[in-house]
């Protein structure tokens, strides 16, 4: 069974430019939550998606979106980018019954120089 | 406000001996509790969930307790190796039963020493 994959693995961007990351769940996973890891710091929740809907969203900027499409893969889109946007992005997925944890992909580390 | 805190930001250990990390929340009531390993440059890997009407929950060489009275959960690793070394988090339930969106705490290094 493959893992829950992201892409790209890093990717540099300018400050001011446009960030788009990307995530495919487990085969059968609907749910996708996006994380981000700063140096230093702990996983700070950014969204979830379920069945193509965004269900909630931790407290960051509107800058930060994303959508999730009928295969349930999703897209995490950073606008305006900014410095102290530098950080793994993490992506994972569930298995909707009780007893399972989160699948993680192994992130996207984005720089913003 | 609520807060998850995991004691200490760094554990070193000696090789064989028992690894014990806490974790502590305050102000959520969580219908479950799970503990997560996370090598560097890689994303967390999902290790036991505990849930709130259980007091234990082992696997292998690992174990879990969750006092909801606390509001404190530890994480035990027996017979610890050098490969145990990792970052260790907890993890709670905060949207709800049943959402599935996790917290995380900030984390334990372990260092385990030969």
């Known amino acids: 069974e493959a893992g829950v994959t992201q892409s790209p693995t890093h990717l540099i961007k300018t400050r001011g430019q446009q960030a788009t990351l990307r995530c495919s769940p487990i085969?059968?996973?609907?749910?996708v939550y996006w994380y981000q890891q700063a140096l230093g710091l702990g996983l700070q929740f950014l969204l979830w998606?379920?069945?193509?809907?965004?269900?909630n969203r931790g407290n960051f900027p509107p800058r930060f979106s994303g959508r999730q499409f009928p295969n349930y893969s999703s897209e995490l889109n950073v606008n305006a980018l900014e410095l102290e946007d530098s950080a793994l992005y993490l992506c994972?997925?569930?298995?909707?019954?009780?007893?399972?944890?989160?699948?993680f992909g192994s992130g996207t580390r984005l720089t913003v120089v | 406000s609520q807060k998850i805190e995991q004691n200490s930001e760094a554990l070193n250990i000696q090789e064989g001996k028992t690894a014990t990390l806490t974790c502590n929340y305050t102000?959520?009531?969580?219908?479950?509790l799970q503990w997560y390993r996370q090598d560097p440059g890689r994303g967390p890997v999902f290790l036991l969930l505990?849930?709130?009407?259980?007091k234990e929950k082992r696997k292998e060489r690992l174990k879990v307790t969750f006092d909801t009275t606390l509001k404190q959960s530890l994480f035990h690793i027996t017979a610890s190796q050098p490969a145990d070394s990792a970052t260790y988090l907890c993890?709670?339930?905060?949207?709800?039963?049943?959402?599935?969106?996790?917290?995380f705490g900030k984390g334990t290094k372990l260092s385990v020493i030969p």
């Open positions: 998606y379920d069945e193509g809907e965004e269900r």
């Open positions: 993890a709670l339930d905060t949207s709800g039963a049943g959402s599935y969106q996790l917290t």
């Open positions: 994972a997925s569930r298995y909707n019954r009780v007893g399972y944890g989160y699948t």
């Open positions: 102000n959520y009531s969580p219908a479950y």
């Open positions: 505990i849930r709130e009407n259980e």
């Open positions: 085969s059968g996973h609907t749910s």
